[in-house]
C-alpha cells in the first residue's frame, strides 16, 4: 500500500480555525506538521475534499534539537502542565516515537552541561 506525507490544508477553516483531522488508524488528530499515512479510501476522501494536502516530509530534527525547540517555545502546546516537553510534539519535530524516558534522559544530558 501506498504511503504518503499529508497535513491538515491550512486553509481550509472550520468554525473560525484551521481544520483538525483524525488519523483513522489510531483516531488521534494528525499533527499540523502532517504525518506519514497509508494511503487508505479515507485519505482519498480526505484529499478529495480538501480537508488534506499532500507535501513533502519536513526534515527532521534531532532529540537534542526537539527538546530545545520545545523549551524555547515556552507555551502550552509544546510543554506540559508541568513544564517539560511534550512527547507528541518531541516526535513530531523527530520523525519517531519519543517516549517519556528518552525525553527524560534527554533533559538530564542537557541540565549537565
Do not use: Q
Not at 484529499?47 to 519536513?58: C, I, Q, T
Not at 527538546?67 to 516526535?91: F, M, Q, R, W, Y
Amino acid at each position: 500500500m501506498t504511503v504518503k506525507f499529508l497535513r491538515p490544508n491550512p486553509d481550509r477553516i472550520v468554525d473560525g480555525k484551521p481544520i483538525r483531522v483524525r488519523d483513522d488508524a489510531s483516531g488521534e488528530f494528525i499533527p499540523e506538521a502532517g504525518k506519514h499515512v497509508r494511503l487508505t479510501f479515507y485519505w482519498l476522501r480526505r484529499l478529495r475534499h480538501g480537508d488534506v494536502v499532500e507535501g513533502p516530509a519536513p526534515e527532521f530534527v534531532t532529540l537534542a534539537e526537539a527538546v530545545k525547540i520545545c523549551l524555547e517555545a515556552n507555551d502550552e502546546k509544546h510543554l506540559t502542565k508541568s513544564g517539560i516537553p511534550d512527547c507528541n510534539v518531541l516526535s513530531a519535530l523527530t520523525g519517531k516515537v519519543v517516549r517519556a524516558a528518552d525525553r527524560d534522559a534527554e533533559l538530564a544530558k542537557m541540565e549537565n552541561k
